[in-house]
């Protein structure tokens, strides 16, 4: 890895998605050794962000550099190449059905290394247990929870010790007891593995207690940028109405429509077929 | 006048679009032979799911198909007394005809939507992109063990349904009817020719397997990851895969069997 202080830099990025932009000159930092929250409302993009840093989709304009090399502009090969240093958690945790919870966690060890099969046994286990797992081994997807198979996909991700580590949604629908687990477990595995993070969600409290720095994003663009302490004390309206989770402010809560009296009115009259 | 143009137009670049994505896929996946031959089990185990997991369906519509073709082959040739040419004919009508067609066709509705829907809920539940980003191309790992898988399987399956539908024509002809086993066998072994008969019947399958494999495969990984998305694809499968196999049968046949 190169000396520089940030592990991803993203450039003047645009994105677009059937002709709309999902970000729209975008520029993003997300520091080595750091955990990064990126927050923001449903639908500005901020899974898709993490597709472009990991090459699974090309921005239109702009770059994306990850350790000092241009994403979009690798080879296949070398995206392939770059990604074994990249481990990310799916919102669906996307294990493997036709694998065992043993074989999933084992299958980037058996692809990426010639490691003799007791030693793939040993550091498998040493990973599942890490998540709390261990005897979940021989269950297959199927059997699992979705909590529990998301933790068996965080196991697989850090299988092998990646420098940058994806979380994409990782606290939606875990129980309390596991998210607490979760929060303390991400914070560990940035710091004993000297991992850099890049965090995406939008659930604010547990973002803003492991978050180094937090990135929140509005209509495809960073709003405003920060340690934790920064953002709570952000005077920008948009900010404050998605931190205190209100309804009525500058961020529509509603799909824009036409006049509501109307629309009930004369229902029927505009082309609305029930 | 216009709209109708520009719908014309929009439905012509989807399709060329199509083309040229397919190709592309296909191509990456035929590249993908190194790492299939490198991870053997990957394949043998593509061979089963798609091969011997059809043998019970391509086995039981060969038998049916040589006993029809036995009852419907006596009727016509014994109004000429050439009931003993039977043997020949139900060989030379599977041969070159109906056990590549047929088993193809079976082919495309049993294992080829198989193939589109184990694909396509792989892209629906994130597990092609969670193996990209694993550093493993699922080109080279999900589908170049399925396109080779089916072009092995379905030739293999081919002679199976030959085999068996010679079997039940005889079974008919000449357990039931009696018709001379000697000449049912016989003459069979007069008229038919090795290169001429079996070798283009085993190759009109071979290139209906890449066909119908291809069009499986393709159309689960370029799916709409959804419910309705899967349904579509599978059903295009089947249709587009059916149609080509038709098209293709009359193809190969003008040129093989075309030299009058």
Redesign the interface.
């Given at each position: 890895m190169s000396d520089t202080a940030n592990l991803v830099e993203i450039n003047g990025l645009t994105f677009l998605r059937e002709k709309r932009a999902i970000f729209s000159d975008l520029s993003l930092r997300i520091p080595k050794g750091k955990i990064t929250a990126i927050m923001g409302p449903s639908g500005t993009g901020k899974t898709t962000l993490l597709?472009l840093i990991?090459g699974?989709l090309k921005p239109d304009q702009g770059n994306v550099v990850v350790d000092g090399l241009g994403v979009p502009g690798l080879s296949?090969k070398q995206l392939?190449?770059l990604?074994?240093r990249?481990?990310?958690l799916?919102?669906?945790g996307?294990?493997?059905?036709e694998l065992s919870v043993f074989e999933n966690v084992a299958?980037?060890l058996r692809?990426?290394t010639s490691l003799p099969d007791d030693m793939i046994r040993d550091l498998v286990l040493i990973k599942l247990e890490s998540v709390g797992l261990r005897g979940a081994r021989d269950l297959m997807p199927s059997e699992l929870s979705g909590g529990m198979g998301r933790r068996v996909?965080l196991a697989?991700a850090i299988a092998l010790d990646p420098e940058l580590m994806m979380y994409d949604e990782p606290f939606v629908g875990q129980d309390p007891i596991t998210l607490g687990v979760l929060v303390k477990l991400i914070r560990q595995l940035n710091d004993a593995l000297n991992m850099t993070t890049v965090l995406v969600s939008h659930d604010i409290d547990e973002c803003l207690s492991i978050a180094d720095h937090v990135c929140v994003l509005s209509g495809g663009q960073v709003l405003v940028e920060g340690t934790p302490e920064e953002i709570l004390k952000s005077d920008l309206a948009e900010v404050k109405q998605f931190i205190q989770g209100l309804p009525d402010g500058p961020v529509p809560f509603r799909y824009p429509a036409s006049d509501f009296a109307e629309d009930i009115l004369f229902a029927g009259k505009s082309g609305v077929s029930v | 006048m216009l709209d109708w143009l520009q719908h014309i137009g929009h439905r012509v670049l989807s399709v060329v679009a199509g083309l040229g994505r397919s190709a592309q896929l296909l191509i990456a996946a035929l590249f993908g032979v190194g790492y299939v031959l490198k991870n053997f089990r990957l394949l043998v185990k593509q061979v089963y799911v798609t091969g011997v997991l059809s043998i019970a369906i391509i086995g039981v519509s060969g038998l049916f198909i040589g006993m029809v073709l036995g009852l419907q082959g006596y009727s016509i040739l014994v109004d000429f007394g050439a009931e003993e040419a039977l043997g020949q004919m139900v060989a030379l009508t599977l041969l070159r005809e109906l056990s590549p067609v047929v088993a193809a066709l079976l082919f495309a509705g049993r294992a080829g939507s198989a193939l589109t829907a184990e694909i396509g809920l792989m892209k629906a539940t994130e597990q092609l992109a969670s193996m990209e980003m694993i550093g493993v191309d699922p080109i080279k790992r999900v589908i170049a063990p399925r396109l080779y898988a089916g072009i092995i399987a379905l030739p293999l399956l081919c002679i199976l349904f030959s085999v068996v539908g010679v079997w039940g024509g005889m079974l008919v002809g000449v357990e039931w009817l009696g018709v001379f086993e000697g000449s049912y066998w016989g003459n069979m072994q007069a008229s038919v020719s090795f290169i001429h008969d079996v070798l283009n019947g085993v190759i009109k399958s071979v290139v209906f397997a890449f066909v119908v494999t291809w069009i499986a495969v393709f159309q689960g990984y370029d799916l709409e990851p959804t419910s309705e998305g899967i349904s579509r694809a599978t059903t295009k499968t089947v249709v587009h895969g059916s149609l080509a196999v038709l098209g293709l049968d009359f193809v190969l046949t003008a040129l093989m069997f075309g030299d009058f």
């Open positions: 597709r990991g699974q296949r392939f190449e990604r074994q990249m481990g990310m799916f919102q669906s996307a294990l493997f059905s299958f980037p692809v990426h996909a697989r | -």
